[in-house]
């Protein structure tokens, strides 16, 4: 678990990145549960992909990884082809991390976009950076 003001430097985090890369994006924060902590539009930040950053972090949080590697599972060929139709809809691409406490229980996820998936990926890579 953690709380509001941790999810808050997360969100901070991110948007520095953001800011620095000049890319707005929207930035969630989930709980271990999958529920929403913390968001931040920022301005100029694309309406769509409010939902996308959710989907990414709980695509994250749900499976314990980031949100792209859940890709290799359901791709077409792979074991569990249409997973990403599973738990309502998930967004199995890069922009979703999973947030872990020190003994390694996971404790929540960021997920951003709004961005180039690369550019998602960079900035939620900085946002959990200060979860640590």
Avoid at 6 to 31: K, T
Avoid at 65 to 70: D, G, P, R, Y
Avoid at 108 to 124: H, K, Y
């Amino acid at each position: 678990m953690f709380t509001i003001d941790e999810a808050r430097r997360i969100i901070a985090a991110g948007e520095a990145r953001a800011n620095e890369i000049g890319v707005p994006v929207n930035i969630a924060v989930l709980d271990a549960g999958a529920h929403l902590k913390a968001f931040s539009r920022m301005d100029g930040a694309v309406l769509g992909s409010i939902d996308l950053a959710m989907g990414k972090a709980r695509t994250a949080v749900l499976f314990q990884t980031t949100s792209e590697a859940v890709w290799d599972y359901c791709k077409p060929g792979a074991p569990a082809h249409g997973l990403e139709l599973s738990n309502g809809g998930l967004a199995p691409f890069a922009g979703g991390i999973s947030l872990f406490a020190r003994d390694g229980t996971v404790i929540g996820a960021v997920g951003v976009s709004g961005g180039a998936v690369p550019q998602d990926l960079e900035i939620a890579q900085a946002a959990a950076a200060a979860a640590a």
